[in-house]
């Protein structure tokens, strides 16, 4: 059985990946479980360049298979902001906030930015970069929506319960996982990724 790395110990990520490749030859291991410990710099200007950054470095300590993922929320009307800074978009107003409230900043930040903007629309992306005998492959999922005026629901993460996906009326934090994995960015990117795998294998 092919072994291909995820670079990442998500744990949510990682079972996402491994329910859509059921039935694939491949075993899907995550960096703890080859004993990789040390962070990998993401600070690239893009999806792209981050994603190939982390499985480009695993890929040449082990030689094998690896791909990685890198997202964020693109807003239309901040020019395609917080995008690669989505995780730390906080920081830039609000400094001293511990790392645990970063979410709740950071869609604060987003609505102050926001207050003036009657275009709400932005996008969901992510890139999965797949890096096999040291070539890559790129995998793009996006799902388009807008943004609320103030947030709505508590499931999952991020910038969830302000972004209403296109054809709904409720944000991804007032939707079940498994609604929100049916139609989010990285369910798509993967799928793509799944496609790929298996049309090579078969
Ligand atoms: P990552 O590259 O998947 O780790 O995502 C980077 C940042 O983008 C996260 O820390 C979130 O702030 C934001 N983000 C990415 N995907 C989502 C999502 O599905 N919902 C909400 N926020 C997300």
């Known amino acids: ?3 291909i790395i995820f670079a990442s110990n998500n744990r949510h990520k ?3 990946i491994t329910k859509l490749a059921e039935g694939l030859p491949v075993e899907i291991v995550s960096l703890k479980e080859i004993g990789w410990t ?9 999806f792209e360049q981050n994603a190939l950054q982390k ?5 040449q300590h082990t030689g094998l298979s ?21 995780a730390r978009f906080y920081l830039s107003k609000y400094p001293d906030v511990p790392p645990q409230d970063r979410d709740r900043y950071n869609n604060l930040l987003l609505l102050e930015m926001l207050q003036h903007s009657t275009n709400r629309n932005a996008r969901f992306r992510t890139v999965i970069c797949y890096v096999e005998d040291g070539h890559p492959h790129y995998f793009e999922g996006v799902v388009r929506g807008t943004i609320a005026y103030e947030p709505a629901g508590s499931n999952g ?8 996906p296109e054809g709904y009326q409720i ?16 369910a798509r990117a993967m799928e793509k990724f799944v496609q790929y ?6």
């Open 1 to 3: 059985m092919q072994k």
């Open 14 to 16: 990682l079972s996402e």
């Open 38 to 46: 040390s962070e990998i710099p993401e600070d690239y200007d893009t």
């Open 55 to 59: 499985a480009i470095t695993i890929f």
């Open 66 to 86: 690896c791909f990685s993922d890198d997202s964020g929320l693109e807003v239309e009307a901040l020019n395609g902001l917080p995008g690669v800074h989505s």
């Open 157 to 164: 993460f991020g910038y969830d319960p302000l972004f209403i």
């Open 171 to 186: 944000t991804f934090a007032q939707m079940s996982s498994e609604q929100k994995n049916m139609l989010s960015h990285r």
């Open 197 to 202: 795998l298996k049309n090579k294998i078969r």
